[in-house]
């Protein structure tokens, strides 16, 4: 009765452990979803044997309980290590809302109308439940939802006359989005770093941004006013692609307006929330099968005392 | 008795086995609709400046059907566009229909010298961040975005649409 009760416990205890700390790379390997079924089995084997020896139907019921409530989160464990996917991040731009089907839409907010305040992207269901960077982490279903910080890019560009112009990006998410996600990287002076692209259509531009952190900045800028300060290098290529002859790359730090291939740029590094979506064994199936563990041990526990 | 525990517990641990497998299949990103996707719900409402620096809104519009199209200088088809949307305008003035131009982006002197350059009459506003054109996920320009009298996005259109094609719209929006 203790092997059984005690393999139980363990069945259980590595599932409810998935969703305490989820994500970790362990719960989709092999050898760990071998070693949990085969716990699973051994539960429900003897649990058969522990039934047959029974002498009470008190005891039986209890027994049942414990087999099917291991059994049960077992089956949740090994199903998403095996079937789930790997941990995703779901990036959206400022105003975009995206799909993911069985979780619902996920709404990126354009801003928080006040600079220091939250911002909250929503996960649109029957019930609209905010995720805030630094808060908890949702669970929905058999995924968990969290909100984490990423450094984007809000690009303003005007002529040289200081007439204002449209951003598009034909290849990002939101095509009339001044907003660049930087989810291309890039390697400049042995540095890695984030990278993505516009178009400026009134002015027939292709310009790259690439951004620095304030570390990385020091160590390529030399201008004292900028330390401590993220930066965005700007370059600047006509509509074809093709790099203008002069004065087409310039280093915008702290947001200040610089001046590269005909045009005034100024970047403004924010922080952004991304979504991970983290698979986990569904957590309705594992809270029934834990109560019943946990019941059924009670219930003999009654019995024998 | 175990005979008769074992068949259905082992149809309840099938079921249950393919309960809990079943979301990880179906979970995957979609692409987003485009415009006409937000189709329903209710339009944003931003607080935004005329190219002649009033302030604007969507609020002054309840209870009017709204034609609201997104444009910008650079772009050849919202040029093409723009003297039937004025003529969309003058027909329906009076009938409970407002067309709204919505520059994207660009700053008011250049909204205004092109419209002024075309002859519109109808409000013309500036969204210099681009608010609408990213919150109605327009995938070019022009996109033009049909609201009810509550301000909810009925019907939405991306690319340029002929004078016909914006009557017929109306009209179905006003059978609505």
């Known amino acids: ?305 | 008795m175990h005979r008769y525990i074992i068949w259905p517990a082992v149809a309840l641990a099938l079921a249950l086995a393919v309960y809990v497998a079943e979301p990880y299949f179906v979970t995957q990103r979609a692409a987003a609709g485009g415009p006409s996707g937000l189709a329903g719900q209710p339009a944003p409402i931003f607080d935004l400046r005329d190219d002649r620096g009033r302030s604007v809104s969507l609020r002054e519009y309840r209870g009017s059907l709204v034609v609201m199209n997104l444009w910008a200088s650079w772009c050849p088809p919202c040029r093409a566009e723009m003297p039937d949307l004025q003529r969309l305008a003058e027909a329906e003035a009076g009938r409970g229909i407002a067309v709204v131009g919505v520059n994207e982006g660009e700053s008011p002197q250049r909204a205004r010298a092109f419209a002024d350059s075309l002859g519109i009459r109808f409000p013309i506003w500036v969204d210099g961040a681009q608010q609408y054109g990213r919150t109605y996920n327009a995938l070019g320009l022009p996109t033009t975005v049909i609201l009810d009298r509550q301000g909810v996005v009925i019907r939405a259109f991306d690319g340029p649409l002929t004078l016909d094609e914006m009557r017929a719209a109306v009209a179905a929006v006003r059978a609505h």
């Open chain 1, 1 to 305: 009765m203790i092997f059984f009760l005690s393999t139980a416990l363990v069945v259980t205890a590595e599932v409810v452990v998935e969703i305490w700390l989820p994500g970790r790379p362990a719960y989709h390997a092999g050898w760990y979803n071998v070693t949990l079924a085969a716990l699973a089995i051994v539960v429900v084997a003897n649990g058969r044997k522990q039934w047959k020896a029974a002498r009470s139907s008190r005891s039986r019921v209890a027994i049942l309980a414990v087999a099917f409530g291991a059994a049960a989160t077992g089956v949740a464990g090994v199903a998403s290590g095996l079937f789930a996917p790997d941990n995703r991040d779901v990036v959206g731009a400022p105003g975009e809302r995206v799909r993911v089907e069985e979780l619902g839409t996920l709404a990126f907010p354009l801003a928080a109308e006040d600079r220091s305040a939250p911002v909250v992207v929503m996960l649109e269901r029957t019930l609209h439940a905010p995720l805030e960077i630094g808060a908890r982490a949702r669970n929905a279903g058999s995924f968990i939802l969290r909100a984490v910080s990423r450094d984007v890019v809000e690009v303003e560009v005007r002529d040289l006359l200081g007439n204002r112009l449209t951003v598009t990006q034909p290849s990002g998410g939101v095509f009339l989005s001044p907003v660049l996600l930087m989810q291309a990287r890039q390697t400049i002076a042995g540095m890695n770093l984030p990278f993505d692209s516009f178009n400026v259509p009134a002015a027939r531009r292709v310009v790259k941004a690439i951004l620095f952190t304030p570390a990385e900045a020091a160590v390529v800028l030399h201008d004292p006013s900028a330390v401590g300060q993220a930066a965005v290098l700007f370059a600047v290529d006509d509509e074809s692609d093709r790099p203008l002859p002069h004065h087409a790359i310039a280093f915008s730090a702290g947001g200040a307006a610089v001046h590269a291939g005909d045009l005034w740029l100024r970047g403004e590094v924010t922080s952004y929330p991304e979504i991970e979506v983290i698979a986990i064994p569904n957590i309705a199936v594992v809270a029934v099968g834990t109560l019943l563990v946990l019941g059924g041990l009670v219930g003999l526990g009654v019995r024998r005392g």
